[in-house]
Structure formats: C-alpha cells, structure tokens
C-alpha cells in the first residue's frame, strides 16, 4: 500500500512558552520533534512522499537534513484545515495520511494496521479507547453521561483516498466549515465509513512543557 504523508507543522506552539514554533524543539539527542515525527516515514518503503507544511525558511534553517528523496515542503495556513489543504495540492499518491508534527511516538505497528485499512477501505483512523468518564455540559450542568464503551479519542495519523478528502475539504470550504480534525469532514460530506483502526496510548502529542 503506497502512500503519501502530510506532516501538519505550521503551528505557532503558544501553549509551550518556547517562543517559537514547538516542532523545532531538540531535544538532549540534539534532534527536533519533527525529525522524531519524520523517522518512521522516511524508513517506510511504502511511503512514497513527505509533504511537510510548515514555514518553508524556518525548516531550511532548523532542519539538520537536506530535501533530498522523498521529502517536499509546504507552506501552511492560518488553520490546521487550510494547512492540510495547502499539502494535499502537493500529493502525488493515490492515498494519503494526514500526521501531526508534534507527534513523534507513532509506533510501526500502528503505522502498518492503518495501511493495511486502507487496503481495504477509502478512509481509516487511529483512536484509543476513553480511559474517563465523560460528561456532557450545558450551561454550567451535567445533562448526560455517554456510555464510555462507544468512545474513543482521535489521534493521527488519518488515513483516507486522496481524492476522497480533496472532494470534503472543498465541499468544507465552500461552507465555511472547519472540522475538528480531518475525519470529521469525510464523516460530513461523504457516505463514505471511516474504519476504526486502534493506536497506542504512546502516541501522544506534544502540547505543553509537561509532554516532553
């Protein structure tokens, strides 16, 4: 199953306090969160292309790497949506992930269950099971509990047919709609299901001090 990856990096990081944007973080290996994120990609076969939307001078200059092989750059919007939508004009793959930069614990075993989704179906995410309770608020009250069985938290990466996604963020556009993640618009503006495909706990993002 070959692909194409949109790396989301263009965010401003404000809730890290680092000043800039948190992706460009290294760590005590020296290395930035992004090239943690970019590993695995750049060691899958399958994966034939990196699109990376971010500030394409603050990657020229952060980046120890060059933009040799498979990787291409993308300049990112004000939105994490229109940030996608920047990158999907750069995809060559019939099929195509949608992974957040700041998450550098994707493990190959997610990576390989969600491709072997998308050998089967046009649209696929990964999600863990709710450890919480939740509760639904209005107003300042509790009005229902959901049934913890039935929910899950949304990770990424989301996998779906290009087209397919290029199709919702249009019809998305054209309604002044933003999801909050990529899935929501395909769930939206398609009948298309999107199969449920279970991650790690590990893969987490990084968003405050504390996550790294």
């Known amino acids: 199953m070959e692909y194409s990856v949109i790396i989301v990096a263009a965010g401003s990081g404000s809730r890290m306090k680092l000043g ?13 969160i992004l090239e943690h994120t970019m590993d695995l990609f750049l060691k899958d076969q399958d994966c034939r ?10 990657y020229r200059h952060e980046m120890t790497g060059s933009l040799a092989g ?17 990158g999907l004009k750069a995809v060559i793959s019939d099929y195509v992930m949608v992974h957040d930069g700041a998450r550098p614990f994707l493990d190959e075993s997610s990576l390989n ?19 919480d309770t939740i509760k639904v608020v209005q ?12 929910l899950y938290a949304a ?16 019809q998305a556009q054209q309604e002044g ?7 929501s618009l395909v769930e ?25």
Request: glycine share 6%; net charge neutral; proline share 3%.
């Open 70 to 86: 498979k990787v291409v750059l993308a300049k990112g919007g004000a939105t994490r949506q229109e940030s996608v939508s920047s």
């Open 20 to 32: 800039y944007n948190k992706v460009y973080y290294r760590g005590k290996d020296g290395r930035t």
């Open 139 to 150: 107003d300042g009250y509790v009005v229902s509990t959901p049934e913890r069985d039935t």
């Open 49 to 58: 292309q990196i699109v990376v939307v971010t500030d394409p001078e603050v």
């Open 177 to 183: 709609f933003t999801g909050t993640d990529d899935s």
């Open 113 to 131: 269950a969600l491709k072997q989704a998308l050998s089967e179906v046009d649209a696929a995410c990964l999600l863990v099971r709710v450890k």
């Open 155 to 170: 990770l990424t990466p989301q996998a779906f047919k290009t087209q397919l996604l290029i199709s919702c963020m249009e």
């Open 188 to 212: 939206r503006y398609s009948d298309v299901k999107v199969k449920a495909v279970e991650g790690s706990y590990a893969n987490r993002k990084i968003t405050t001090p504390e996550d790294l």
